[in-house]
């Protein structure tokens, strides 16, 4: 394994800032939707949370201490401008000068992502966020203030994370904020986002900032349930309706063939002069990974539900049907523990975009910790990331994968979206009540891990 080898952490503003209503910030489409009745288990919310906006400095001692050399980290959009437009927030650009100074200091690189979700609520309400032409402009006008403030600094960027969540999740199940549910939304609001990537990508090239940019997208590995071709099809299909919506175009130009053809006129198209910007708009491949499960090929007549788990773009449009190995243990987000899977998603990216270096920017595991004496017992974890990190030394000395680093998912316990507080992933326990910060034993395992590849 070579020395630069990036290990690191990764954290998203909304789960772990707080500061809510501190330094200008303005409100976002979380806010919004934190407080609906029977949006969010408990109507829990990110107004605290691990109060990293006045406890960065602690956090990064912890990263220091965990021997990690990189700290993925998103930066508010509403912190910067408070209603999605117009001049940045000055005391917002302080506060990610200090968290960045603090970083560097700490011999910690900054992995910057823009949009973590937490869209400004005025974006939303004034112009349908999303779903209008113009927010492409509007991400676009907010990534050059960030580059313009941070990139002297700043040399890793993000641009969006797992865009499919924002799409799918927020637009056609409505269980992540707007919480509308229609069937044709999710692929424009898709189209936008990507459009916003490309633009923001455009802009950073042409500034002349230095560094490297992407996008994280979100995959889980799907196994054919049989060796027919129908499975392995349904598979691949799968696999195509997920990561490969939004990692084509970025590097092809466009979308898959197969979402072309089950999709016609319901998916949008590029321009040639947006296919253009779009295509090899990433320096890297981002790739969030939990879990795997099989897939085949549904039997005639049998509708496939459209369901949270299925994870792959709309379930009626792919048509794919998921199961599982009974046998497999299971995370208390109830998503499978495959490791395998994880080697196999990692060898599936490579082959499909050679040439692009792959980073793990999350990966990690929901444990059920309702106290400090179960956090710091910690046993599942701990094997969740040994058996997964093993997985990725296969990968990448086996099947010679460039995977480049990986970033556990998450430093802190924090506020797990819809799931409130009651789900629980972070190295550190956190509490929303009394901020208390105990290294759990998956941290130290994680030191272990990291120290090994390098012996």
Request: glycine share 10%; proline share 5%.
């Amino acid at each position: 394994m070579t020395s630069d080898f990036v290990w690191g952490v990764a954290t998203a503003a909304y789960q772990v800032e707080g500061g809510a209503a501190e330094g200008g910030r303005g409100f976002s489409i979380w806010d919004a939707f934190c407080r609906i009745p029977g949006r969010v288990r408990g109507m829990d919310n990110g107004d605290v949370a691990c109060d990293s906006y006045h406890r960065f400095e602690q956090d990064i001692a912890m990263i220091k201490l965990l021997g990690a050399r990189a700290y993925r980290f998103s930066i508010a959009w509403p912190r910067i401008q408070p209603t999605g437009r117009g001049a940045p927030n000055p005391e917002g650009i302080a506060y990610y000068d200090r968290l960045i100074d603090a970083l560097l200091a700490a011999g910690i690189t900054p992995y910057v992502t823009l949009y973590h979700w937490d869209l400004p609520l005025d974006l939303q309400m004034s112009h349908d966020g999303w779903l209008k032409r113009a927010a492409v402009d509007d991400f676009a006008a907010y990534a050059k203030i960030c580059f313009d403030r941070f990139g002297d600094r700043v040399k890793h960027w993000i641009t969006l994370n797992e865009p499919w969540c924002v799409a799918v999740l927020g637009h056609g199940l409505g269980v992540f904020p707007p919480g509308r549910t229609d069937p044709d939304e999710p692929y424009l609001v898709a189209h936008h986002l990507l459009l916003a990537h490309a633009r923001a990508v455009q802009l950073f090239r042409e500034g002349g900032y230095g560094g490297v940019i992407g996008l994280s997208n979100n995959c889980d590995w799907r196994e054919p349930l049989s060796d027919s071709p129908r499975d392995r099809e349904a598979a691949q299909r799968a696999l195509e309706f997920c990561y490969g919506w939004f990692t084509d175009p970025v590097v092809r130009g466009d979308y898959p063939a197969v979402m072309r053809t089950r999709l016609g006129r319901r998916l949008p198209d590029f321009t040639r002069a947006e296919a253009a910007l779009l295509k090899n708009s990433v320096d890297f491949l981002g790739l969030n990974h939990y879990s795997s499960l099989y897939a085949s090929e549904p039997a005639a007549g049998t509708k496939v539900e459209t369901t949270v788990s299925g994870n792959g773009g709309l379930s009626d449009d792919q048509q794919v049907c998921l199961s599982a190995d009974p046998t497999w243990e299971k995370t208390d987000m109830q998503w499978n523990v495959v490791p395998w899977g994880f080697r196999k998603l990692l060898a599936w990216v490579a082959g499909r975009y050679p040439g692009y270096p792959i980073y793990v920017t999350e990966n990690g595991c929901a444990v059920n910790e309702p106290d400090a004496v179960s956090a710091l017992i910690d046993e599942q974890r701990c094997r969740f990331i040994h058996a997964y990190t093993e997985a990725m030394r296969a990968a990448i000395e086996e099947d010679h994968t460039d995977v480049r680093g990986y970033f556990c998912w998450s430093l802190l316990d924090n506020f797990e979206w819809g799931y409130g507080y009651s789900k629980r992933f972070g190295l550190i326990r956190c509490s929303p009540d009394n901020l208390e910060r105990v290294p759990k034993k998956s941290f130290f395992e994680y030191q272990r891990i990291i120290r090994s590849w390098f012996a």
